[in-house]
């Protein structure tokens, strides 16, 4: 099984709720080892609009990199994602950030996402979850790259996971 990750976004409606409903549907075909906090943040490069709920969840499959993008953006659009909501308010938004140490450049499908190093809604999640993880093709850990992300990008935190689930971030905060 190939580790991946996978970045989450809502900013429509129960924005906490469509994260939680896209991790149960998901949870059908990988197997979700660990999801960051939530982060809510400004959007970027669109118009105005409401502020999203953005996470990231380590997981384990088998699908191939083709099958699980088929698979993703079925959920989503059984979660209610028009086509073409690309920049506009959506319900639940899923992005293959990762998939192992693969790189691959496709009409439909870039991994590592072609602007996961430029978004604090992404590398703050995804450092909690894989500081030292080396980014595909580079011999820099994604803590590496978190710091250097283009300022002004306006992230805090939103909710917490259950206990079990944050023993690292609670030991962090203590020591603040």
């Known amino acids: 099984m190939e580790i991946i990750y996978l970045g989450l976004g809502s ?3 129960t924005r906490e709720q469509y994260l939680k409903d896209a991790q149960t549907r ?3 075909k990988i197997v979700i080892t660990s999801c960051s906090t939530i982060y809510e943040t400004e959007p970027l490069n669109c118009l105005p609009q409401t502020n999203f709920l953005n996470m990231v969840i380590e997981a384990r499959t088998e699908l191939s990199p083709p099958d699980l993008l088929a698979f993703t953006q079925k959920v989503e659009k059984e979660m209610g994602r028009s086509q073409n909501s690309h920049n506009q308010p959506r319900l639940i938004d899923i992005d293959i950030l990762l998939y192992g140490q693969k790189r691959l450049n496709t009409p439909t499908l870039t991994i590592p996402h072609p602007h996961l190093t430029e978004r604090a ?7 909690e979850l894989a500081a030292d993880f080396i980014y595909p093709g580079s ?9 250097e992300l283009p300022p002004g990008q306006s992230i805090r935190p939103f909710s917490y996971l259950p206990e079990d689930s944050r023993d690292d971030y ?3 905060e203590e020591n603040k």
């Open 11 to 13: 900013n429509t409606g």
């Open 26 to 28: 998901l949870s059908e």
């Open 121 to 127: 809604f992404v590398m703050l999640p995804l450092v």
């Open 139 to 147: 011999r820099s850990s994604l803590s590496d790259l978190l710091e």
């Open 170 to 172: 609670d030991d962090d």
